[in-house]
């Protein structure tokens, strides 16, 4: 038997650590650990580095392509893909099929340092343009409230009243349909929360739910000037808050009279706990009927799908969207889903 070169041991060391991570990563959803929740957003860098020994091994003729090999094949059941190739949904409106479109519009100032452009009508424009039939807002602006913008939408709940805001990240629901009951989930020692409508809709009656998870808190001028382990452990509080406040949407999510739709900004993306936990048994519009990549956000210049729409099962999505335009951080995305035909 052929002994391995220096390289092939090396090559193999790295192999070992590599798949190791992928295969840890795919532990993560199932565990509340926040100090291992940094593993789920390195999962496209880990599946692509598995390949790239797969490939290695394979040009090599060495059964140790087994070992990448097995692991992505293992990763992909337990943590599913994140590109997704559906045909594109065309045709005239179906019966019952109502449009979704989820939005962190960073209260609509603008990206970076803009806060004195015209993003806030462009994103006005833009919303009129696309014309869905539910909006839901993260970072909300809430001088719009009581504008003339958004007069299409005579249904409304914002979870802030003119006054003081003690710095709340503020949530917004719009609607053309009539909304029933409306409500806050308080998020304990942080400025983010979440809120529900019960949207009538024909004969059925649904609850969207619209998410603002706690922010990372990171910006990449400011990471090589602070210490790694004080960045580190902001980095795993952050965390530890956002399994806490996806347990809380969990709960009250269960005990909904009603069928659930949820919208918002995890801050965290499709690998996660967070989003293992509040997806539960529901369809992610993306995986249905998305194309690509699906990212919504560039984070350190890498980019990753944060924002999303899940929707009950017993919903048809027929459609998901996209939006590659810079009137925010990050970037919309819109669905169609069947909800019912009844009258």
């Known amino acids: 038997m052929k002994k391995r070169s220096f390289f092939q041991k090396f090559m193999f060391f790295l192999n070992l650590v590599f798949s190791f991570f992928l295969l840890l990563a795919c532990i993560v959803p199932y565990t509340s650990s926040a100090s291992l929740a940094f593993i789920s957003l390195a999962v496209p860098v880990l599946v692509f580095i598995n390949i790239s020994f797969f490939l ?29 190739f559906n045909g594109i949904k065309a045709g005239e409106k179906q019966d019952g099929e109502i449009s979704i479109m989820s ?18 009508d462009t994103i006005v424009n833009f919303i ?16 719009k409230i009581r504008s003339h913008y958004f007069e299409e939408y005579p249904y409304k709940y914002v979870d802030y009243e003119f ?6 990240v503020i949530q917004a629901i719009y609607s053309k349909y009539r ?4 409500g806050i989930i308080e998020f304990p020692n942080s400025s983010n929360s979440a809120v529900f409508a019960d949207v009538v809709i024909k004969s059925d009656t649904v609850r969207f739910y619209n998410l603002h998870l706690e922010s990372l808190k990171i910006r990449p001028s400011s ?7 004080l960045l580190f452990g902001r980095l795993r509080e952050s965390f530890a808050k956002q399994q806490e406040q996806s347990e809380i ?3 009250h999510m269960n005990k909904s009279p009603y069928k659930n739709i949820v919208c918002g900004d995890f801050n965290n993306n499709q690998f996660s706990s967070v989003y293992f936990n509040i997806r539960g048994a529901m369809n992610d519009s993306f995986l249905e009927k998305g194309n690509g ?3 919504t956000i560039n984070f350190w210049r890498f980019p990753l799908r944060i924002d999303f729409i899940l929707v009950d099962p017993s919903f048809e999505v027929l459609s998901h969207k996209n939006y590659n335009i810079e009137l925010s951080d990050h970037e919309p995305i819109m669905a169609s889903i069947k909800v019912g035909t009844d009258e």
């Open 128 to 143: 009129q343009k696309e014309n869905p039939d539910v909006i839901c807002f993260q970072e909300f602006d809430y001088r």
């Open 223 to 229: 990471i090589k000037s602070e210490r790694s382990d």
């Open 179 to 182: 909304i029933i009951e409306k």
């Open 103 to 120: 939005f962190n519009s960073l209260g609509f100032r603008g990206k970076e340092d803009e806060w004195k452009s015209t993003a806030g």
């Open 56 to 84: 290695f091994w394979l040009a090599q003729k060495k059964f140790l392509m087994l070992l990448p090999l097995s692991i992505l094949v293992y990763g992909y059941f337990s943590l599913g893909t994140f590109i997704s």
């Open 249 to 251: 949407v969990n709960q």
């Open 293 to 295: 990549y699906g990212q």
């Open 163 to 168: 006054g003081t805001d003690r710095g709340r």
